[in-house]
């Protein structure tokens, strides 16, 4: 066997690429990034400061959104490294460990943000379809227990991928086509049987996202439902109005994310600026819109005010 094939695991290492044929443009792509990650992350800190600053948004509805905010920032913190250093400084190698941990994180916090999504469409089931016992269900107590349940859920389903990857003897070209590591893309470069990890991989997406999205898709059916019963016409659009954020949060979630899983295990065949491109969607557009979305829906949620007020007051 060549020497390529005997590498072995602590010496081995990954090679991470940035968008295919636009090597001589990587500068001002990192620019692009940096501006992505820069409002990414300001708009998420705001929301979280005016959230945990204001005594009137300690609400369910507010609460779950501030989680969402923290687990964006997690997504954002998780991929940055690797991105800005492929652009800025033709960073490629990441080693094995690493790739294991970022892919961890990655795909925990993936998980989580869509668990976060399914408790803020129960928050809305609740609110339109039961309102006088609303206080009552999504009690402090009750919200903490949700947020802990998801956490520990998404962790716990994606801890065994690390280590069934690292079990495996990797003796391709260990290229990857993106620039942070995938358990579906790195599980391709190795050498052995990868039918566990390919089904358990399976597994996790219809447990946990798959579930995620049919429980959405239910609770709107039904607050759909609710809605329409509402006698006043005003009455149904102002309730239906209170869900158009989550509504804008859950596809911009859902559909480059299940297209990309889609390209991964079926395209073959599929452009690699097409992968490169959706996968960058998937991971970096929700940060980015859902702290617009929400300050743009929410009168109290305005980014732009409050910025303009912590000025006028400094």
């Not at 507010?62 to 400084?89: C, K, Q, R």
């Not at 961890?104 to 039961?130: G, K, P, T, Y």
């Not at 089904?199 to 999205?213: A, E, N, Q, R």
Request: aromatic share 10%; proline share 4%; with cysteine.
């Amino acid at each position: 066997m060549s020497a390529v094939n005997d590498t072995t695991f602590n010496s081995a290492v990954f090679l991470l690429t940035g968008i295919p044929g636009q090597e001589d443009v990587h500068l001002w792509i990192s620019v692009s990034f940096c501006l992505v990650y820069v409002i990414s992350i300001v708009g998420n800190s705001v929301i979280l400061f005016i959230i945990k600053t204001d005594p009137s948004l300690h609400e369910p509805m507010y609460i779950f959104l501030s989680m969402l905010a923290v687990t964006d920032l997690g997504i954002l913190i998780s991929t940055m490294p690797t991105i800005l250093g492929i652009y800025l400084f033709n960073s490629r190698e990441i080693s094995f460990e690493a790739c294991f941990a970022q892919l961890f994180f990655i795909h925990s916090l993936q998980l989580n943000e869509s668990s976060m999504l399914l408790l803020m469409a129960f928050d809305r089931f609740v609110a339109i379809c039961n309102p006088l016992r609303y206080t009552s269900i999504l009690t402090v107590q009750t919200i903490d227990n949700m947020g802990l349940i998801s956490v520990l859920r998404s962790l716990t389903v994606i801890f065994p991928l690390p280590f069934l990857l690292k079990k495996f003897r990797y003796c391709q070209a260990n290229v990857l086509s993106h620039s942070y590591c995938l358990h579906q893309e790195v599980m391709k470069m190795a050498c052995s049987d990868i039918s566990v990890n390919s089904i358990y991989g399976l597994f996790i997406t219809f447990l946990t996202v798959g579930l995620d999205s049919l429980l959405i898709f239910l609770s709107y059916v039904m607050i759909l439902n609710t809605a329409l019963n509402i006698a006043s016409n005003a009455e149904c659009l102002r309730a239906l109005n209170t869900c158009v954020s989550h509504l804008c949060a859950v596809l911009l979630f859902y559909t480059p994310m299940i297209g990309l899983s889609v390209i991964h295990r079926f395209g073959k065949g599929s452009s690699p600026l097409l992968q490169t491109v959706l996968s960058y969607i998937s991971l970096l557009l929700p940060p980015l819109i859902n702290p617009i979305v929400y300050s743009m829906k929410s009168r109290h949620l305005r980014i732009i005010r409050a910025l303009v007020k912590c000025r006028i007051s400094s």
